[in-house]
């Protein structure tokens, strides 16, 4: 999923990681590849942000999971290998306030 910038300055308050910006030359392929996310960098790869299904309380409104799709290829952090979505226990608010 796309995020709006609240969204991505929200997560980056809770994740040590970076957003690559939707104008960077590697958005496009990785779009390609993976979808129309926000992308985010970080020491284990790339990752994006999903949103974690509402409960009928409305439990989980406006939260999102870590998914992580691509491993550095190598200690140089210059090249990534994707591999199958996993889905982390690392879980964010998109909505608070930064």
Avoid at 57 to 81: F, H, I, P, Q, Y
């Amino acid at each position: 999923m796309k995020l709006t910038e609240a969204r991505i300055d929200s997560a980056l308050h809770q994740l040590e990681a970076q957003a690559i910006p939707e104008n960077h030359p590697a958005t496009v392929q990785l779009g390609e590849l993976f979808g129309e996310h926000t992308f985010f960098l970080d020491a284990g790869g790339l990752t994006i942000i999903e949103p974690v299904p509402v409960q009928a309380d409305g439990a989980a409104d406006g939260m999102g999971r870590v998914v992580k799709l691509a491993r550095w290829g190598d200690e140089s952090r210059k090249n990534l290998t994707p591999h199958e979505p996993e889905y982390t226990d690392i879980v964010v608010a998109l909505d608070r306030a930064a």
